[in-house]
């Protein structure tokens, strides 16, 4: 029963991995990845965005999540298959400077935890794992995430095997417990030495959320620079990327035109860890728009500024999947408008659907987590195609493929402002077959190299397009905290939004949220209009001729009446 349980597993792996290269629309990037200004770029100078999955590997048994669910390899070619490019893949700091540790087999660590069903779980889905060493079992996985074209960053999560983050757990800053500097380095340089001609293998996260009441600038400085020349001496090729303080909030002591004086030049990345909590329950308990602008706000001045002349990679950020989530829920709708806008580099927490052992609980869920707790389904099929937009860069290096246009992004749903004709409604669908909008001085939202534009006709009314954009229902100004309403006047002069309705038609409708009424949701009327020079899909072209030809039959008149 388990040798036919395994063919069949192996079978959906080389399924998946087929279907990923029949149906990939681009090739691998050229490695190894470099810098350039804020960019990512391959060895071609054509940029690459990092559209990552956190996969956990730190814990207790020192292997990766998921082993005694799934075969290594069906979900190595699920990651790929689920649009992400690359693992952030965690490592505990003892995995690399503890050789007694390193020099355990898989089924020696979890016989020394007591996790007899993992061991029969691994047993079963790989059972070319278990007897390895965990640090041989550490790279078969990174050896299958590129056989699947999956990059990998490497990142040094704790010193300790632990569920992280506490204050005061020993493993927060240079000095504490578990956190010896000079130890650190040396594990870094290994890791790098061990990895060094490993292609997949794009980049290191020199340490995982520095924190607690050692904290301090000068340390920083001190340390992260020294562990930055350790991982470029010992493997040139990977990019550097640099935490801050305080849980990976904070960067705003760093100068802007020279940051960190290193040795070498384009491999640096800095990374940044933005979640709801970050800012305790104040999405639940606030306006929303106040709220995102405020936290927006406050990340320009820590973070966001970086972006000026240097990549930002938002290393961890997530939200519960269940979608019972207020605080969550409100956090990930302004969270996808920056993104699309900002156009950053990121990796999603987690790809993990449950924990070997976690805090002490063995086989805890992962309500974060991607995939479901048997790590067989995607949890959250709906929440998980918001992201799916957010994959594919819409600018960068390479990638002037059309010449400069906003597309009109939706964050609630990850879907973007879409005319399939001139006399059709405007409606909400995959930002791959977008049209080029423009937003004129003059605040008019047109299709770019037409006479027509967006109006404002009736509250409660699809809005439409026409080719008088001269009045104030032409207009559309950006407004609220979020900046993410555009609003307009009608005819009748009743200001308005745009909106969406309950079938993703584009309507206008009275605009909502723009008191101090913290139960009010503006999601449906957030809107990003989002610089890109992706290429369009060649059918708008022949889509919007058609509908041109056809106005006589269809009667221009009544198509420029309203």
Not at 165 to 182: A, I, T
Not at 548 to 555: A, F, S, T, V, Y
Request: glycine share 8%; hydrophobic share 40%.
């Amino acid at each position: 029963m388990v040798v036919g349980r395994r063919r069949r597993d192996i079978t959906l792996s080389r399924l998946l991995t087929l279907l990923i290269s029949l149906s990939s629309t681009s090739s691998a990037a050229a490695l190894p990845l470099s810098t350039s200004s804020r960019w990512i770029v391959d060895e071609t100078g054509q940029r690459v965005k990092l559209a990552c999955a956190n996969w956990v590997s730190h814990l207790e048994p020192v292997v990766a999540e998921g082993l005694s669910k799934q075969p290594l390899g069906a979900i190595s070619a699920r990651i790929a298959a689920l649009g992400f490019n690359c693992v952030r893949l965690t490592w505990p700091l003892f995995l690399a400077t503890n050789d007694s540790l390193a020099s355990l087999t898989v089924r020696q660590s979890f016989q020394r935890l007591g996790l007899a069903d993992s061991i029969s779980g691994i047993q079963a889905n790989n059972p070319e794992i278990i007897d390895l060493s965990l640090m041989e079992a550490y790279q078969a996985v990174v050896s299958s995430l590129g056989a699947n074209d999956v990059m990998v960053i490497l990142d040094n999560h704790v010193s300790k095997p632990r569920w992280c983050c506490g204050y005061n757990d020993g493993n927060g800053f240079f000095g504490d417990q578990y956190f010896d500097p000079d130890l650190w380095i040396d594990g870094l340089a290994r890791m790098a030495t061990l990895f060094n001609g490993v292609r997949n293998v794009v980049g290191m996260s020199l340490r995982n959320e520095l924190r607690g009441p050692r904290q301090n600038v000068k340390d920083w400085y001190k340390y992260m620079q020294r562990g930055a020349e350790a991982v470029h001496a010992s493997n040139p090729d990977v990019l550097v990327i640099l935490s801050g303080l305080s849980y990976d909030k904070d960067l705003s002591f760093l100068n802007l035109d020279r940051p960190v004086n290193l040795s070498f030049s384009g491999k640096l990345v800095f990374e940044l860890h933005w979640y709801a909590f970050t800012d305790g329950s104040a999405w639940a308990s606030g306006n929303p728009n106040r709220v995102c602008g405020q936290v927006v706000g406050n990340l320009k001045r820590l973070s966001f500024f970086l972006l000026q002349r240097w990549p930002l990679f938002v290393s961890e950020f997530g939200v519960d999947q269940r979608g019972t989530n207020v605080n969550d829920n409100r956090y990930l709708n302004c969270f996808a408008g920056v993104a699309a806008d900002l156009d950053f580099d990121w990796a999603m927490w987690t790809l993990v659907g449950s924990y070997y052992l976690r805090e002490g609980a063995v086989g805890m869920d992962e309500c974060y987590g991607a995939l479901d707790w048997n790590w067989g389904e995607v949890r959250n099929s709906s929440l998980f195609q918001r992201f799916r937009a957010l994959q594919a860069p819409f600018k960068g290096p390479g990638l002037s493929e059309t010449t400069p246009h906003k597309v009109i992004f939706h964050p609630a749903t990850g879907l973007c402002v879409l005319r399939k004709s001139l006399l059709e409604p405007l409606k909400l669908g995959p930002c791959t077959e977008s049209e080029a909008w423009k937003y004129t001085p003059q605040k008019i939202l047109s299709l770019k190299a037409t006479y027509f534009c967006i109006q404002a006709v009736e509250a409660g009314k699809p809005a439409k397009l026409g080719i008088t954009c001269s009045g104030p229902n032409s207009k559309w100004d950006i407004v609220s905290e979020s900046k993410m309403h555009l609003s307009s006047n009608t005819s009748n002069g009743a200001s308005v939004c745009l909106d969406v309705d309950s079938n993703n038609n584009i309507v206008t409708s009275s605009c909502k949220c723009f008191s101090t009424d913290n139960a009010c949701d503006p999601s449906s009327q957030w809107f990003k209009l989002v610089e890109s020079t992706r290429s369009l899909s060649a059918t708008r072209t022949f889509d919007l001729l058609d509908s041109i030809l056809d106005l006589p039959r269809k009667g221009l008149v009544s198509f420029l009446s309203f």
